[in-house]
């Protein structure tokens, strides 16, 4: 019989409890570490961080004999994937055309890695029975993983962008950066919107990380989790291009996900940043209040 | 293997209560039920919420509304413009192909030619587009439609006129003062298109039709893009048009036409609806019509760009004779356009539907509808709001009426 299921002694409980919110950083900040510690989370990180330089080389293999790209074939299709055009003539578009780029698969795919394992994980390895025995309380564990999720999608988006950024640097020349709306505006500022970008872009993940999150409190099974997490990234992502759904479209989470874009206008245009926060938002709520439900009624069997 | 239950748990009560039993741990999951409900319920509402309640403004006549708005001289103004278009037409993989359509006027000479204004306006003859605006004075205009991660800009300024495709990074760009261009003809005029794209051009093309073939009315207030409109209805009194009815909604502060909807007989979504999602009177930001060239943009010069494209001055040599033969039959609403091209090109009636010329040709002899009559026979092309009819031996009829009165007019014209 473990000491969790007959409930903790009077006095340990009293011992404990002053010195509670230092334990509640001591699980957040164990979660955190355990998570970046993972080879498999480097591992993540290493080829999202990759995507950029991949890109980079390519556009400059490509245009070194003086050509452009992204005017193939004269519009229509076949045309280069957003910001391409620019990145000749300015590095920095690399960090926009690699978060373009790594948004609709990369970026979920290690969301859904991360957050379908965080609690199934634990399940089938058969060490969330140990988090719980600890008098942490499953809200607060559940908090905890949360947070570390949170903080991967951060890191990982931080990653491709600064990734983008020392390549660009190295590779392309840097200057006064000529946003989509025509308007040229000064490097620092340019710098400054490709931060906003970044955050857009990771705040952009919280819906798809809340999924995760939930749905690993449904299963014991980490693999099932994720591959389920990622499937939903998927689904939602060719419902999105069914024109006959588009009735759906605005509560898909990643219908707003291009959104990060309109921060590069001048001036910039709110409507689908904020409508994509508010969906994120919304999602993050229910699925949320979804995975608390779960997993606070849940028997713990593993 | 022991089982860990929550109600054993002894948790540090942060929300949960001590013994929680199956009723209450299935109840948990009405939380996120009712979020999701919460939200639904504010989507739904809130909307209908903040459009319930027309403003409640003095009564005006039509007439006075009228010259209210052809009085108004909103110079100034910046803001957002919704442009909905749903012509009907057979639908048509991608907007490259719908510009191959428009006659050859731009001379699409492959590279560079994507910021060419007049590809842009086939563009918009379709589907919903979000526009901003921002004009100071006759001089300083700027249109952008805003696209998925990239921007299409056309900036006029003084004397000096830009177009920005982000999405390529190519520039077009013209110096030519207003109306030197005219010997050239369609170039100087196809960017003014782009920019008329707005309300209020929308209303002052319909205005000029406005005479005794027309029933107007002031139909109750609006709201639009928060502010205060009457709204204009204006219905054709002709049975044969295709046009159900227009309605302008009007600005009541300044008479700036704010939102503009067409209404085919047929019924259903509107053909076209313009309108202002969010408007600002005041003088726009400073920089918003400065335009440098980004490093690295391929800059067409409009001069060079019609030297260089000698199949476009071939097309548009070929259009503007097949133009020639252009005759208008009727007026007013009734409006038929015919056309002796050599089963050649078609024009639209200058009825502002923004119909794009359509090559008539042998692959839409598979659209169109057989007819027959006094003047032989022809096949009827239909769309939700223009009609057209290419009869056999190369006459073509296209005007905004009804099959019926485009057959009369071929018939009278035997």
């Known amino acids: 019989m473990s000491r969790a299921e007959t409930g903790a002694p009077a006095a340990p409980v009293a011992a404990v409890r002053p010195s509670r919110p230092l334990w509640t950083l001591a699980l957040f900040r164990s979660e955190l570490t355990t998570t ?58 690399l960090v926009f055309a690699a978060l373009a780029a790594t948004l609709p698969v990369f970026l979920p795919m290690a969301i859904g890695v991360i957050a379908g394992d965080s609690i199934a994980g634990e399940a089938s390895s058969g060490t969330l029975r140990y988090l719980l025995v600890a008098p942490a309380g499953r809200i607060r564990l559940l908090l905890a993983k949360f947070t570390a999720v949170m903080a991967f999608c951060l890191v990982a988006t931080l990653a491709v962008a600064v990734s983008g950024l020392a390549t660009g640097a190295l590779l392309f020349p840097l200057g006064d950066v000529t946003l989509i709306s025509g308007t040229t505006v000064s490097f620092g500022d340019g710098l400054v919107r490709a931060l906003g970008v970044a955050a857009v872009v990771a705040l952009s993940l919280v819906g798809i990380a809340t999924l995760g999150v939930f749905i690993s409190t449904l299963t014991n099974s980490g693999i099932a989790a994720m591959a389920t997490t990622v499937g939903l990234v998927i689904t939602a992502q060719i419902l999105d291009t069914i024109p006959q759904l588009h009735g759906i479209h605005p509560y898909l989470f990643p219908h707003y996900w ?19 926060l508010e969906l994120q938002g919304l999602y993050a709520a229910v699925f949320g209040s979804a995975a608390w439900a779960r997993f606070t009624a849940k028997d713990i069997t593993a | 293997m022991a089982r860990i239950r929550p109600t054993q748990v002894e948790d540090d009560g942060f929300w949960d209560e001590k ?4 009723r209450t741990k299935a109840a948990r999951y009405a939380v996120p039920v009712a979020v999701a409900g919460i939200a639904a319920a504010t989507i739904g509402l809130v909307p209908a919420l903040a459009s319930s309640g027309d403003p409640d403004l003095p009564k005006i006549s039509a007439e006075r509304l009228i010259s209210k708005m052809a009085a108004s001289d909103t110079e100034r103004l910046s803001g957002s413009v919704k442009i909905t278009t749903d012509l009907g037409l057979p639908s048509l993989p991608g907007g490259g192909s719908f510009s191959d359509f428009g006659g050859g006027a731009g001379g699409e000479g492959g590279d560079g030619s994507s910021a060419a204004p007049e590809n842009k306006l086939m563009e918009l003859a379709s589907g919903s587009h979000t526009l901003r605006v921002a004009a100071d004075g006759p001089e300083r205009q700027r ?9 299409y800009s056309l900036i006029h300024n003084g004397d000096e006129t830009w177009a920005y495709d982000s999405k390529s990074n190519a520039v077009v760009h013209s110096t030519a003062p207003e109306g030197a261009g005219a010997k050239d003809g369609h170039p100087r005029e ?8 707005t309300p209020q051009q929308f209303a002052k093309q319909v205005l000029a039709s406005v005479d005794d073939t027309t029933d107007v009315s002031v139909d109750g207030t609006t709201r639009v893009a928060g502010r205060d409109a009457y709204e204009l209805l204006i219905e054709p009194k002709s049975d044969d048009t295709t046009v159900g009815s227009v309605r302008i909604a009007v600005d009541a502060d300044n008479g700036t036409p704010l939102k503009f909807t067409l209404t085919p007989k047929s019924g259903g979504k509107a053909v076209v609806d313009v309108a202002f999602t969010k408007v600002d009177f005041g003088k726009p930001a400073a920089g918003t019509f400065d335009f440098t060239p980004p490093k690295g943009a391929k800059v067409t010069e409009e001069g060079d760009h019609r030297r260089g494209g000698k199949d476009g001055m071939k097309d548009n040599k070929d259009a503007q004779e097949a133009l020639s033969g252009l005759n208008v039959i009727g007026e007013g609403w009734d409006s038929i356009a015919t056309l002796d091209g050599p089963g050649g090109a078609s024009a639209s009636p200058g009825k502002g ?44 009829y296209v005007g905004a009426v009804d099959k019926d009165a485009l057959v009369a007019a071929a018939n009278k014209a035997k």
């Open chain 2, 19 to 22: 013994r929680p039993a199956r």
């Open chain 2, 353 to 396: 539907d923004g119909g794009p010329g359509q090559d008539a040709g042998g692959f839409l002899d598979s659209l169109g509808k057989k007819v027959t009559g006094d003047f032989g026979s022809g096949h009827v092309f239909s769309t939700r709001l223009v009609n057209a009819l290419l009869t056999d031996d190369g006459k073509v």
């Open chain 1, 258 to 276: 291009l959104s990060f874009a309109d921060l590069l206008r001048a001036p910039v245009y709110w409507d689908d940043l904020v409508k994509n």
């Open chain 2, 143 to 151: 249109v952008s439609i805003i696209e998925n991660a990239a921007e």
């Open chain 1, 36 to 93: 970046f510690r993972r080879w498999r989370t480097l591992a993540l990180l290493g080829v999202l961080a990759a995507v950029p330089v991949l890109i980079g080389i390519a556009v400059k293999i490509e245009t070194s004999d003086g050509g452009t790209v992204g005017q193939g074939g004269g519009g229509g299709e076949g045309e280069a994937p957003a910001f391409f055009s620019q990145i000749t003539n300015n590095g920095i578009f």
């Open chain 2, 190 to 197: 196809l960017p003014k298109d782009l920019k008329d794209v």
